[in-house]
T-cell receptor, first 114, second 111 residues
């Protein structure tokens, strides 16, 4: 059982380039999340989804777009990358909603924007 | 006041020591509380949920004080493998976007 898989693991981009980060989960979880983690900061929620075809903004959504066309996949897009988006990105999923659900994280994507 | 505050550490302790981490939260309506563990350059993993009555899992004890809006994690008989960053996490309630992560407390257990 793979759990939550993120691709790619590492990426270097130039300012203005675009890219898509893929998150896939094989646990049939309804809810999926994208976070970013920066030095000296806690994880901050970018966007999340409560089911296939739905998305919602988190704490820091600007500069990112997401899509959840299939239940198992949650895509995070950067349309025009900026150096401020250099970060470690984590995807997570939960079986259902409610705050008592443990978050299952992927192992992260390290993104550098030059 | 930040919504979830933790002492960043690092806490440097010898093997076998007992160490306690504290966390405070500002939203009195917060509903659920957790401790996650994050190893260096790895993803966070749930360590334990925190219940009002307090709960224990082996060498780990978590406590919640709703009146003081305070959460604690006690690790007894520290092992080298306990070295990690411990994240205090609070669910404010409402939408799924309301899970708030503290910045974490770094623990280093030395031989």
């Amino acid at each position: 059982n793979a759990g939550v898989t993120q691709t790619p693991k590492f990426r270097v981009l130039k300012t203005g380039q675009s890219m898509t980060l893929l998150c896939a989960q094989d646990m049939n979880h309804e809810y999926m999340y994208w976070y970013r983690q920066d030095p000296g900061m806690g994880l901050r929620l970018i966007h999340y989804s409560v089911g296939e075809g739905t998305t919602a903004k988190g704490e820091v959504p600007d500069g990112y777009n997401v899509s959840r066309l299939k239940k198992q996949n949650f895509l995070l897009g950067l349309e025009s990358a900026a150096p401020s988006q250099t970060s470690v990105y984590f995807c997570a999923s939960t079986r259902t909603g409610g705050g008592n659900q443990p978050q299952h994280f992927g192992d992260g994507t390290r993104l550098s924007i030059l | 006041r930040k919504e979830v505050e933790q002492d960043p550490g690092p806490f440097n302790v010898p093997e076998g020591a007992t160490v306690a981490f504290n966390c405070t939260y500002s939203n009195s309506a917060s509903q659920s509380f957790f401790w996650y563990r994050q190893d260096c350059r790895k993803e966070p993993k749930l360590l334990m949920s925190v219940y009002s009555s307090g709960n224990e899992d082996g060498r780990f004890t978590a406590q919640l004080n709703r009146a003081s809006q305070y959460i604690s994690l006690l690790i007894r008989d520290s092992k080298l493998s306990d070295s990690a960053t411990y994240l205090c996490v609070v669910f404010r309630g409402g939408s799924q976007g309301n899970l708030i992560f503290g910045k974490g407390t770094k623990l280093s257990v030395k031989p």
